[in-house]
């Protein structure tokens, strides 16, 4: 038998990375300087102060390409992410940044539901939307990919969401309960069963691109790979991939590069 997998170890990666605040702030500084030569245009979907999508507008054809940040569900918001919206806005591509309240205050279901929330209101300029998302918010792709949209909403068409590309992605949460990231999101392994896209009914439509950094643990290529496995068993279209030398907190840095794999990958998701 293998050893016992030390969870903590695995899934923190403030402690992994200890570089992570100067990486963090970097983040906010550079997203502050695109918003303030790209104002997005800002999109309501709820009554809550958090409730709001920034959208970065390329040109009016094609899918809309949103991007949910991480967090481990409980920190962050999106506008330190509104550079990432660089890449594909070079290329006339949309970009939609949501926000969502954050746990303890909310469950995980509970942001599953404001983002299902955040996608009708995105589904309303009629474009088909291409999901992306860091760590949680690679979570959160999945989910959006797997959501049957007419039960959601009857108006809504079955294909709202053509593809996910999750970006260090969490679709099995059951490891986290012992972790102290659990100390916010208070899962039980029941609760955290249920709001994992791995145990889910597989998607019938569009495709999922699960990519870890090439520096990230274990648990994380794990992660990925099982859900495409899972997944492509099951039917669906499904794709593995690495972003080289990079660690959890730079795995997104390629979507602000208009010429990188990630965004040539996207592109083609969304049509172009």
Same mark, same amino acid.
């Given at each position: 038998?293998?050893?016992?997998?030390?969870?903590?170890? =695995?899934?923190?990666?403030?402690?992994?990375?200890?570089?992570?605040?100067?990486?963090?702030?970097?983040?906010?500084?550079?997203?502050?300087?695109?918003?303030?030569?790209?104002?997005?245009?800002?999109?309501?979907?709820?009554?809550?102060?958090?409730?709001?999508?920034?959208?970065?507008?390329?040109?009016?054809?094609?899918?809309?390409?949103?991007?949910?940040?991480?967090?481990?569900?409980?920190?962050?918001?999106?506008?330190?992410?509104?550079? $990432?919206?660089?890449?594909?806005?070079?290329?006339?591509?949309?970009?939609?940044?949501?926000?969502?309240?954050?746990?303890?205050?909310?469950?995980?279901?509970?942001?599953?539901?404001?983002?299902?929330?955040?996608?009708?209101?995105?589904?309303?300029?009629?474009?088909? $939307?291409?999901?992306?998302?860091?760590?949680?918010?690679?979570?959160?792709?999945?989910?959006?990919?797997?959501?049957?949209?007419?039960?959601?909403?009857?108006?809504?068409?079955?294909?709202?969401?053509?593809?996910?590309?999750?970006?260090?992605?969490?679709?099995?949460?059951?490891?986290?309960?012992?972790?102290?990231?659990?100390?916010?999101?208070?899962?039980?392994?029941?609760?955290?069963?249920?709001?994992?896209?791995?145990?889910?009914?597989?998607?019938?439509?569009?495709?999922?691109?699960?990519?870890?950094?090439?520096?990230?643990?274990? =648990?994380?290529?794990?992660?990925?790979?099982?859900?495409?496995?899972?997944?492509?068993?099951?039917?669906?279209?499904?794709?593995?991939?690495?972003?080289?030398?990079?660690?959890?907190?730079?795995?997104?840095?390629?979507?602000?590069?208009?010429?990188?794999?990630?965004?040539?990958?996207?592109?083609?998701?969304?049509?172009?």
């Amino acid at each position: 038998m293998g050893a016992a997998v030390d969870y903590e170890v =695995e899934y923190n990666n403030r402690v992994r990375i200890p570089e992570n605040p100067a990486i963090m702030a970097g983040w906010a500084r550079d997203a502050a300087a695109y918003r303030a030569r790209h104002a997005p245009r800002v999109v309501r979907y709820g009554p809550g102060a958090r409730h709001v999508i920034d959208l970065f507008a390329g040109d009016r054809e094609g899918p809309i390409v949103v991007f949910i940040h991480g967090g481990y569900w409980q920190a962050l918001d999106g506008s330190s992410f509104s550079d $990432l919206a660089t890449g594909l806005n070079a290329h006339g591509i949309s970009v939609a940044i949501p926000s969502y309240d954050l746990c303890p205050a909310v469950t995980v279901d509970d942001i599953i539901r404001q983002m299902r929330m955040a996608t009708r209101e995105l589904a309303r300029f009629g474009r088909p $939307l291409v999901m992306t998302g860091h760590s949680a918010g690679g979570h959160l792709a999945a989910c959006m990919l797997a959501t049957d949209w007419r039960q959601f909403d009857a108006s809504l068409p079955e294909n709202t969401v053509v593809a996910a590309y999750a970006i260090s992605g969490l679709f099995d949460l059951v490891p986290l309960v012992e972790t102290s990231i659990n100390q916010a999101l208070r899962l039980d392994a029941a609760a955290a069963r249920a709001a994992s896209p791995l145990f889910w009914k597989t998607p019938a439509h569009g495709s999922l691109d699960a990519v870890v950094g090439e520096n990230e643990s274990a =648990e994380y290529f794990r992660q990925s790979r099982s859900i495409v496995e899972a997944w492509g068993v099951a039917g669906a279209a499904t794709t593995f991939g690495v972003v080289p030398a990079a660690n959890h907190f730079t795995a997104i840095a390629p979507l602000a590069d208009p010429g990188s794999p990630m965004v040539v990958r996207l592109r083609h998701l969304a049509g172009r």
